[in-house]
C-alpha cells in the first residue's frame, strides 16, 4: 500500500512539474517582450525622449483615424439615397479593415523587418511573425509600430469605397476588402517598409515611400481601377453613344468640410511618420505636405475656370487631395520648392486621369478615387526619384545628377501597376463571376441606403413626425399610452 502511494504521489508531483513547466513556458512566451514599457523606459538612456515620441506617434496616429471622418465626407460627391451605403463602406474599413491587419496585415508586412520586438520572421518577399500581436510581440514598441500602421492601413477600404460607390453588394465589398488588405496591401507594403526585396534594391538606397504614395494610395486606387471596372458604370452615366452624363453629388458643402479634415490629418500622417518627436526634419515635411495639397488646389481652380470659366470647387478639393497624396512618398527628401511642383503636377495628373478614365475607359468612378489616389500615387513614387535633393537619409534623385534611385522607384511603381492589377482583376472578377457583386437595377434605382441597410441617411422630416403621431395615437386608442 504504501509502495502504490509513493509510486502515485511520484507520479502527481511529476504532473505538478510538468504542469507548471507548462506554465511558466507559456508565461514567458506571453510576457516575452516588454508590456507595461518598463524595460523600454529604463533602458533608454534618454527616458523622457522615448516617453515624449511615444505621446508623438500616438498623436499621429489618433488624427490619422480622425481622417475617416473626413473620407465618409467625401460622400457628398454621392447622391443622397446613397450616403449611408457609402459611409458605412468606410466605416467597414476603419473596424473590419483595422481588425483584419491585426489578424493578417501587421505580421506579413513587418515581419522580418526587425523593426521592433518579434518582428524576426519573415524573408524579403513576405512576412510571417508578428500574428496577433502574441509573444514578443507585446511590447509597448512593437505595439506603438502597429497601432499607426493600423489606422493607415483603414486608407485602403475607403480608397475603393470611393470608386464602387453607389451599385455595390454589402457582401462584396467586405469580401473584396478582405482579400486586398490580407494579400495585395500587406504583400506590397513588407516589398518596401518591411524590408523587403523593393527596399533592398542596390540602386540609389532602395526603393523610398515616405508616408505611402505608393503602398497605401497606388495600391487602392489600382483595385479601386478594378473593382469599378468589374461592376460597370452607374445606371444612366453613359449614353448609347458612349457619352457621359454629370451625376451630381448631393453636398458640395460635405465634400469642402471632409477635405479641410483630410488635410488637417495629414499633415499629422506624414509628420508622424518620423516616429520620433526629436525627429526636426517633421517640420520640412508639415510644410511639404501643406505646399503640395494647397498648390493642387489652386491650379485645378484655375484648369477649371480656364476650359469652362466656372470655378469647380469640388474638383478642386480633389486636386487638394491629389497633392496630398503625390507628395507623401517625397515628403522627407524634398525642398519645399519641389513639393509645389509635385503638388500642381498631381492637380494637373488628377483632371487629366479623370478624362482619361471617364471618357477613354469609359470606367464610372463617382469620387474620382482612381485619379485621386491611383495615379497620383503611382506619381509620387516616381517624384522621390526625381526630387530628392540629398539633405536626409541619403536619397538622392535626378536633380542631383544620380539615377540610380530613379530606376528604384521606377521598379516599384511598375511593380504596383502588376501586382496590384493582377490581384485587383482577379479579386473583382472572380467575384463578379462567382457571388455576384453589383446589385440589381431595381435596388440601384431605390437607392442602396434603405434597401441594404433598412433607412434612410436623411429621413424626411414630416414624413418621421407623422409615423410617429400615428404610432401615439394608435397607443391612446387602446389606452396603452401612458404619459
Same mark, same amino acid.
Given at each position: 500500500?504504501?509502495?502504490?502511494?509513493?509510486?502515485?504521489?511520484?507520479?502527481?508531483?511529476?504532473?505538478?512539474?510538468?504542469?507548471?513547466?507548462m506554465?511558466?513556458?507559456?508565461?514567458?512566451?506571453a510576457?516575452?517582450?516588454?508590456?507595461?514599457?518598463?524595460?523600454?523606459?529604463?533602458?533608454?538612456l534618454?527616458?523622457?525622449t522615448?516617453?515624449?515620441?511615444?505621446?508623438?506617434i500616438?498623436?499621429?496616429?489618433?488624427?490619422?483615424?480622425?481622417?475617416?471622418?473626413?473620407?465618409?465626407l467625401?460622400?457628398?460627391?454621392?447622391?443622397?439615397?446613397?450616403?449611408?451605403s457609402y459611409?458605412?463602406?468606410?466605416?467597414?474599413?476603419?473596424?473590419?479593415?483595422a481588425?483584419?491587419?491585426?489578424?493578417?496585415?501587421?505580421?506579413?508586412?513587418?515581419?522580418?523587418?526587425?523593426l521592433?520586438?518579434?518582428?524576426?520572421?519573415?524573408?524579403?518577399?513576405?512576412?510571417?511573425?508578428?500574428?496577433?500581436?502574441?509573444g514578443?510581440?507585446?511590447?509597448?514598441?512593437? &505595439? =506603438?509600430? !502597429?497601432?499607426?500602421? @493600423?489606422v493607415v $492601413?483603414?486608407?485602403?477600404g475607403? /480608397?475603393?469605397?470611393?470608386?464602387?460607390?453607389e451599385?455595390?453588394?454589402?457582401?462584396?465589398?467586405?469580401?473584396?476588402c478582405?482579400?486586398?488588405?490580407?494579400?495585395?496591401y500587406?504583400?506590397?507594403g513588407?516589398w518596401?517598409?518591411?524590408?523587403?526585396?523593393?527596399?533592398?534594391?542596390?540602386?540609389?538606397?532602395?526603393?523610398?515611400?515616405?508616408?505611402?504614395?505608393?503602398?497605401?494610395?497606388?495600391?487602392?486606387?489600382?483595385?479601386a481601377?478594378?473593382?469599378?471596372w468589374?461592376?460597370?458604370?452607374?445606371?444612366?452615366?453613359?449614353?448609347?453613344?458612349?457619352s457621359?452624363?454629370?451625376?451630381?453629388?448631393?453636398?458640395?458643402?460635405?465634400?469642402?468640410?471632409?477635405?479641410? &479634415? =483630410?488635410? !488637417?490629418?495629414w499633415? @499629422?500622417?506624414? $509628420?508622424?511618420?518620423t516616429?520620433? /518627436?526629436?525627429?526636426?526634419?517633421?517640420?520640412?515635411?508639415a510644410?511639404?505636405t501643406?505646399l503640395?495639397?494647397?498648390s493642387?488646389a489652386?491650379?485645378?481652380?484655375?484648369?477649371?475656370y480656364?476650359?469652362?470659366?466656372k470655378?469647380?470647387?469640388?474638383?478642386?478639393c480633389?486636386?487638394?487631395?491629389?497633392g496630398?497624396?503625390?507628395?507623401?512618398a517625397?515628403?522627407?527628401?524634398?525642398?519645399p520648392?519641389?513639393?509645389?511642383i509635385?503638388?500642381?503636377?498631381?492637380?494637373?495628373?488628377?483632371?487629366?486621369?479623370?478624362w482619361?478614365?471617364?471618357?477613354?475607359?469609359?470606367?464610372?468612378?463617382?469620387?474620382?478615387?482612381?485619379?485621386?489616389?491611383?495615379?497620383?500615387?503611382?506619381?509620387?513614387?516616381?517624384?522621390?526619384?526625381?526630387?530628392a535633393?540629398?539633405?536626409?537619409?541619403?536619397?538622392s534623385?535626378?536633380?542631383?545628377?544620380?539615377g540610380?534611385q530613379?530606376?528604384?522607384q521606377?521598379?516599384?511603381?511598375?511593380?504596383?501597376?502588376?501586382w496590384?492589377?493582377?490581384?485587383?482583376?482577379?479579386?473583382?472578377?472572380?467575384l463578379?463571376?462567382t457571388?455576384?457583386?453589383?446589385?440589381?437595377?431595381?435596388?440601384?434605382?431605390?437607392?442602396?441606403?434603405?434597401?441594404?441597410?433598412?433607412?434612410?441617411?436623411?429621413?424626411?422630416?414630416?414624413?418621421?413626425?407623422?409615423?410617429?403621431?400615428?404610432?401615439?395615437?394608435?397607443?391612446?386608442?387602446?389606452?396603452?399610452?401612458?404619459?
Amino acid at each position: 500500500m504504501q509502495k502504490i502511494f509513493r509510486i502515485r504521489t511520484g507520479s502527481l508531483g511529476l504532473l505538478m512539474l510538468c504542469v507548471t513547466s507548462m506554465l511558466f513556458l507559456w508565461t514567458s512566451c506571453a510576457l516575452a517582450g516588454d508590456p507595461n514599457g518598463a524595460f523600454t523606459f529604463t533602458k533608454s538612456l534618454e527616458g523622457l525622449t522615448t516617453s515624449g515620441n511615444f505621446v508623438w506617434i500616438l498623436m499621429a496616429a489618433f488624427l490619422i483615424l480622425f481622417m475617416q471622418a473626413g473620407f465618409m465626407l467625401l460622400g457628398g460627391l454621392v447622391r443622397s439615397k446613397n450616403m449611408l451605403s457609402y459611409m458605412t463602406h468606410c466605416f467597414m474599413a476603419t473596424t473590419a479593415g483595422a481588425f483584419i491587419f491585426w489578424l493578417f496585415g501587421f505580421a506579413l508586412m513587418f515581419g522580418g523587418s526587425h523593426l521592433a520586438p518579434g518582428l524576426v520572421k519573415g524573408n524579403s518577399f513576405i512576412g510571417y511573425g508578428g500574428f496577433l500581436l502574441l509573444g514578443e510581440t507585446y511590447d509597448v514598441k512593437t &505595439i =506603438l509600430l !502597429f497601432i499607426f500602421m @493600423a489606422v493607415v $492601413a483603414t486608407f485602403i477600404g475607403s /480608397i475603393i469605397a470611393g470608386a464602387v460607390a453607389e451599385r455595390i453588394k454589402f457582401s462584396a465589398f467586405l469580401i473584396s476588402c478582405f482579400l486586398v488588405y490580407a494579400f495585395v496591401y500587406s504583400f506590397y507594403g513588407h516589398w518596401i517598409w518591411g524590408e523587403g526585396w523593393l527596399a533592398e534594391l542596390e540602386l540609389g538606397v532602395g526603393v523610398k515611400d515616405f508616408a505611402g504614395s505608393g503602398v497605401v494610395h497606388a495600391i487602392g486606387g489600382i483595385c479601386a481601377f478594378m473593382g469599378a471596372w468589374a461592376l460597370g458604370p452607374r445606371i444612366g452615366k453613359f449614353n448609347p453613344d458612349g457619352s457621359s452624363n454629370h451625376i451630381p453629388g448631393h453636398n458640395i458643402a460635405y465634400v469642402l468640410i471632409g477635405t479641410i &479634415i =483630410l488635410a !488637417f490629418g495629414w499633415l @499629422a500622417y506624414d $509628420a508622424g511618420s518620423t516616429l520620433a /518627436i526629436s525627429e526636426l526634419r517633421s517640420s520640412i515635411i508639415a510644410a511639404n505636405t501643406f505646399l503640395a495639397g494647397i498648390s493642387g488646389a489652386i491650379i485645378v481652380v484655375l484648369y477649371t475656370y480656364i476650359k469652362n470659366k466656372k470655378a469647380d470647387i469640388a474638383e478642386a478639393c480633389n486636386g487638394a487631395l491629389g497633392g496630398f497624396v503625390a507628395v507623401s512618398a517625397s515628403c522627407a527628401y524634398v525642398a519645399p520648392w519641389a513639393a509645389v511642383i509635385i503638388g500642381l503636377s498631381g492637380g494637373l495628373l488628377m483632371c487629366a486621369t479623370v478624362w482619361l478614365v471617364e471618357q477613354k475607359f469609359k470606367v464610372d468612378d463617382p469620387l474620382g478615387a482612381v485619379s485621386v489616389h491611383g495615379a497620383n500615387g503611382l506619381w509620387g513614387l516616381l517624384a522621390v526619384g526625381i526630387f530628392a535633393d540629398g539633405s536626409y537619409a541619403g536619397v538622392s534623385g535626378l536633380i542631383t545628377g544620380s539615377g540610380g534611385q530613379f530606376l528604384a522607384q521606377l521598379i516599384a511603381f511598375g511593380t504596383a501597376i502588376v501586382w496590384a492589377g493582377v490581384l485587383g482583376f482577379g479579386i473583382f472578377f472572380g467575384l463578379k463571376h462567382t457571388i455576384g457583386i453589383r446589385v440589381s437595377k431595381t435596388e440601384e434605382l431605390d437607392g442602396l441606403d434603405v434597401v441594404l441597410h433598412g433607412t434612410q441617411c436623411y429621413p424626411p422630416d414630416g414624413k418621421y413626425i407623422e409615423d410617429i403621431d400615428t404610432v401615439v395615437r394608435k397607443h391612446i386608442r387602446l389606452g396603452e399610452f401612458v404619459q
